[in-house]
Nanobody, 119 residues
Framework: QVQLVESGGGLVQPGGSLRLSCAAS????????MGWFRQAPGKEREFVAQ????????AYADSVKGRFTVSRDNAKNTVYLQMNSLKPEDTAIYYC????????????WGQGTQVTVSS
Protein backbone atom coordinates (compact mmCIF):
# COMPACT_ATOMS: atom_id res chain seq x y z
CA GLN A 1 0.00 0.00 0.00
CA VAL A 2 1.09 3.57 0.66
CA GLN A 3 4.25 4.19 2.67
CA LEU A 4 4.55 7.39 4.70
CA VAL A 5 7.86 8.75 5.97
CA GLU A 6 8.10 11.70 8.36
CA SER A 7 11.15 13.93 8.65
CA GLY A 8 12.17 17.32 10.01
CA GLY A 9 11.95 16.73 13.73
CA GLY A 10 14.59 17.83 16.18
CA LEU A 11 15.42 19.96 19.21
CA VAL A 12 14.20 23.55 19.31
CA GLN A 13 13.95 26.28 21.95
CA PRO A 14 10.57 27.54 23.16
CA GLY A 15 9.24 30.08 20.69
CA GLY A 16 11.14 28.50 17.84
CA SER A 17 9.91 26.85 14.66
CA LEU A 18 10.16 23.54 12.86
CA ARG A 19 8.71 22.21 9.63
CA LEU A 20 7.82 18.55 9.43
CA SER A 21 7.47 16.70 6.14
CA CYS A 22 5.57 13.54 5.27
CA ALA A 23 6.41 11.92 1.95
CA ALA A 24 4.15 9.30 0.41
CA SER A 25 5.72 6.63 -1.78
CA UNK A 26 5.46 3.04 -2.96
CA UNK A 27 2.31 3.33 -5.05
CA UNK A 28 0.09 5.91 -6.64
CA UNK A 29 -1.18 8.12 -3.84
CA UNK A 30 -4.93 8.59 -3.66
CA UNK A 31 -5.72 9.42 -0.04
CA UNK A 32 -8.88 11.30 0.85
CA UNK A 33 -7.10 13.28 3.56
CA MET A 34 -3.83 13.49 5.44
CA GLY A 35 -3.47 14.09 9.14
CA TRP A 36 -0.85 14.82 11.77
CA PHE A 37 -0.98 13.26 15.22
CA ARG A 38 1.37 13.39 18.18
CA GLN A 39 2.07 11.33 21.26
CA ALA A 40 3.86 12.69 24.31
CA PRO A 41 5.44 10.45 26.97
CA GLY A 42 2.77 8.98 29.23
CA LYS A 43 -0.09 10.35 27.14
CA GLU A 44 -2.39 9.01 24.46
CA ARG A 45 -1.96 9.89 20.81
CA GLU A 46 -3.86 13.04 19.92
CA PHE A 47 -5.03 14.72 16.75
CA VAL A 48 -3.07 17.77 15.61
CA ALA A 49 -4.13 18.78 12.10
CA GLN A 50 -5.77 17.49 8.93
CA UNK A 51 -5.88 18.52 5.29
CA UNK A 52 -8.08 17.24 2.48
CA UNK A 53 -5.87 16.17 -0.39
CA UNK A 54 -7.82 17.59 -3.31
CA UNK A 55 -9.57 20.64 -1.91
CA UNK A 56 -7.02 21.63 0.71
CA UNK A 57 -9.52 22.23 3.50
CA UNK A 58 -7.81 22.15 6.89
CA ALA A 59 -8.70 21.47 10.50
CA TYR A 60 -6.67 21.94 13.67
CA ALA A 61 -6.74 20.97 17.29
CA ASP A 62 -7.46 23.92 19.56
CA SER A 63 -4.08 23.50 21.23
CA VAL A 64 -2.19 24.30 18.02
CA LYS A 65 -4.62 26.60 16.20
CA GLY A 66 -2.92 29.81 15.14
CA ARG A 67 0.56 28.34 15.62
CA PHE A 68 0.66 25.33 13.28
CA THR A 69 -0.13 25.23 9.57
CA VAL A 70 -0.67 22.08 7.51
CA SER A 71 -0.16 22.18 3.76
CA ARG A 72 0.50 19.85 0.85
CA ASP A 73 2.47 19.71 -2.38
CA ASN A 74 0.46 17.58 -4.79
CA ALA A 75 3.31 17.21 -7.28
CA LYS A 76 5.64 15.84 -4.59
CA ASN A 77 3.02 13.74 -2.77
CA THR A 78 4.20 15.47 0.39
CA VAL A 79 2.37 17.00 3.34
CA TYR A 80 3.96 19.56 5.65
CA LEU A 81 3.36 20.76 9.17
CA GLN A 82 4.80 24.20 9.88
CA MET A 83 5.11 24.63 13.63
CA ASN A 84 5.69 28.12 15.00
CA SER A 85 5.79 29.54 18.53
CA LEU A 86 6.63 26.11 19.87
CA LYS A 87 6.02 25.34 23.53
CA PRO A 88 7.50 22.66 25.79
CA GLU A 89 4.11 20.94 25.81
CA ASP A 90 4.47 20.42 22.06
CA THR A 91 7.21 17.89 22.78
CA ALA A 92 6.10 14.56 21.32
CA ILE A 93 6.60 12.05 18.57
CA TYR A 94 4.73 13.37 15.55
CA TYR A 95 3.09 10.97 13.11
CA CYS A 96 1.51 11.55 9.74
CA UNK A 97 -1.39 9.41 8.58
CA UNK A 98 -3.59 8.99 5.54
CA UNK A 99 -7.34 8.48 5.24
CA UNK A 100 -8.25 5.93 2.59
CA UNK A 101 -11.22 6.81 0.35
CA UNK A 102 -12.82 3.40 0.88
CA UNK A 103 -12.78 3.21 4.68
CA UNK A 104 -12.77 6.93 5.51
CA UNK A 105 -10.39 6.08 8.34
CA UNK A 106 -6.69 6.59 9.05
CA UNK A 107 -5.37 3.31 7.63
CA UNK A 108 -1.80 4.37 6.82
CA TRP A 109 0.76 5.64 9.31
CA GLY A 110 4.34 6.82 9.23
CA GLN A 111 7.09 5.83 11.65
CA GLY A 112 7.08 9.14 13.51
CA THR A 113 9.62 11.90 14.07
CA GLN A 114 10.68 13.29 17.45
CA VAL A 115 10.07 16.94 18.29
CA THR A 116 11.61 18.25 21.50
CA VAL A 117 10.97 21.80 22.71
CA SER A 118 13.28 22.71 25.56
CA SER A 119 15.41 25.58 26.82
Amino acid sequence: QVQLVESGGGLVQPGGSLRLSCAASGRTFSAYAMGWFRQAPGKEREFVAQILWSGGNTAYADSVKGRFTVSRDNAKNTVYLQMNSLKPEDTAIYYCAAVSPSTRSYDYWGQGTQVTVSS
